[in-house]
C-alpha cells in the first residue's frame, strides 16, 4: 500500500512532463486514471517513429505511464468532453499538460473545473506559464527549460556551439516540482475542504535550476563565470581527463581547505610553494596555468588508480560516468535507483527500469506494474461511474470512446 493510497488522480498528459507528474502519483500508490483521445499518447509510438521498425515498447513511455489506467474518451466531441468532466468530477487531483486555449476549448481549463468542483486540485504543467503573451507557445523541454531559462547558454562555452542537453530531463524535474505542488495543495484542502489551482511551467524552472548564479546577477549585478574549464575560477572545482580517456570531476569547494591535501595526493607538493597559488585569490587569477599543469598530471594514471589514490588521501571527487559505467556503479544499484517492470503485452520477462528519486520506509519494493494498453480501461472505469451496458454501447458506436 502506497502513500497515497486513497487519492484518485485523472492525468490527461502527452509526451514527458505530465506523465511524468502522473507516474510518480502513481507509483507512491494513487489511482491514476490516464485520460487519452483515441490517437492515444503519441509517446507510446516515439520509437516506431524514430526507427521505422516494429517495435511495440517504448521505455520512455513504459517509466512514465507503468501502473496506470488508460481510458480513451474523444474530447473534441461535446459528449467526450462532458464525459471527461464527469470522469474527473470523481477524482481528487486532475492534471494537465496540454496548452491553455486547448483545455479551455474543450471544457477542461483550470477556471471551468474549479467553478464546478472547489475541491478539487488542479495541477497544470506548461511551457510558458499561464500568463503573458508566449502562454500558448508550444514548449518542450529543450525550448522552454534548456533554452530560454538560460540553461543553455549557461553551460555554453565563449564562443561556443550550445550542447544539447538530455531531452526529458527539464521534464522530470518540472514534473517532481509540480508533484510537490500537488501534494501540499492536498494537504491545504484537509485544513480548508477546497482544492486550488496549482501551476509550474518548463520555464519557471529552468530558471530556478540557475538561480545560484543568477540570483547574484539580480542582486549584486555579479556576471555568471565562464563554463570553459580551461578557465575555471576554482581549479579544484573543475573537470579532468585521466590517461584511459576517462573523465573525473575535483570536488574542492572550499579551495582553502583542500589545498594542500589534493596537491599531497598529486604528488605535485612543490606548487604549494609556487607564488602564483599560494591563495584561493591567487589560483583564481592564475586558473589556465594551474588546469594546464593539472590536466598533465592526471594523464599520467588512468581514472581507477586516481581513485584508488583519491580513497587513500581522502580526496573529494567524482567520477564523469557513462551510461554504462552508471549501470554497473556499485553506489548507484545500492541506492535503489534501478527497479524492474512488467512489460505491457504480459508475455515478456520484466524489464528493467528506474525507480522514482524518492524513497518511502514503507515500500516493499519488487517489481512495478504494467503500463496500460491504449483504453485498457475505459469500460472498467465507466461502469464504475454507473453507466450501463447501453450507453457504453452507444458512445463507442458515435466514437466517443474506445
Given amino acids: 500500500m502506497g502513500v497515497l493510497n486513497g487519492i484518485r488522480v485523472v492525468e490527461m498528459g502527452l509526451w514527458v512532463a505530465g506523465p511524468s507528474a502522473g507516474g510518480i502519483l502513481a507509483d507512491w500508490g494513487a489511482e491514476v486514471i490516464k485520460l487519452e483521445t483515441p490517437r492515444g499518447d503519441p509517446m ?24 496506470k489506467r488508460s481510458v480513451v474518451v474523444d474530447v473534441n466531441q461535446p459528449e467526450g468532453s462532458a464525459l471527461a468532466r464527469r470522469i474527473i468530477a470523481s477524482a481528487d487531483v486532475f492534471l494537465t499538460n496540454l496548452r491553455p486555449h486547448y483545455l479551455k476549448r474543450v ?6 473545473l474549479l467553478a464546478a468542483d472547489p475541491r478539487l486540485v ?4 506548461t511551457g510558458y506559464g499561464l500568463d503573458g503573451p508566449d502562454q500558448d507557445a508550444p514548449g518542450y523541454d529543450l525550448a522552454a527549460f534548456t533554452a530560454r531559462s538560460g ?6 562555452p565563449p564562443g561556443g556551439v550550445p550542447p544539447t542537453l538530455p531531452g526529458g530531463m527539464g521534464d522530470n524535474v518540472t514534473a517532481i516540482t509540480l508533484v510537490a505542488g500537488l501534494l501540499g495543495a492536498l494537504l491545504a484542502r484537509q485544513r480548508t475542504g477546497l482544492g486550488q489551482l496549482v501551476a509550474t511551467s518548463l520555464l519557471r524552472t529552468g530558471i530556478f535550476c540557475v538561480s545560484m548564479e543568477l540570483s547574484a546577477r539580480l542582486a549584486i549585478d555579479r556576471v555568471a563565470p565562464s563554463p570553459d574549464r580551461r578557465y575555471a575560477q576554482n581549479p579544484l572545482m573543475n573537470s579532468y581527463r585521466a590517461a584511459d580517456g576517462k573523465w573525473l570531476w575535483l570536488i574542492g569547494a572550499e579551495a582553502s581547505r583542500h589545498w594542500e591535501p589534493m596537491m599531497t595526493a ?3 607538493t612543490h606548487l604549494l610553494a609556487d607564488e602564483r597559488f599560494q591563495s ?9 596555468a594551474l588546469i594546464e599543469i593539472l590536466d598533465g598530471i592526471f594523464a599520467r594514471r588512468s581514472r581507477d588508480e586516481w581513485a584508488a589514490v583519491f580513497r587513500e588521501h581522502g580526496v573529494w571527487w567524482a567520477p564523469v560516468n557513462s551510461f554504462e559505467d552508471l549501470v554497473e556503479d556499485t553506489q548507484v544499484q545500492s541506492i535503489g535507483a534501478f527497479r524492474t517492470m512488467a512489460t505491457m503485452d504480459g508475455d515478456s520477462a520484466e524489464q528493467r527500469t528506474l525507480a522514482a528519486p524518492i524513497d518511502f520506509g514503507s515500500d516493499p519494493g519488487g517489481a512495478f506494474p504494467a503500463p496500460p494498453r491504449l483504453g485498457a480501461d475505459t469500460r472498467a472505469v465507466l461502469e464504475a461511474l454507473g453507466l450501463d451496458a447501453a450507453e457504453i454501447a452507444a458512445m463507442q458506436e458515435a466514437g466517443v470512446i474506445s
Wanted: hydrophobic fraction near 25%; glycine fraction near 8%.
Fill in 151 to 156: 540553461v543553455s547558454w549557461r553551460a555554453t
Fill in 280 to 288: 584561493s585569490r591567487s589560483r583564481n587569477k592564475n586558473a589556465a
Fill in 266 to 268: 598529486l604528488e605535485a
Fill in 44 to 67: 507510446r509510438q516515439l520509437y516506431q517513429a524514430l526507427s521505422g521498425s516494429e517495435e511495440t515498447r517504448c521505455p520512455p513511455f513504459d517509466l512514465h505511464n507503468r501502473g
Fill in 122 to 125: 488542479y495541477g497544470s504543467l
Fill in 107 to 112: 471544457g477542461l481549463h483550470h477556471e471551468q
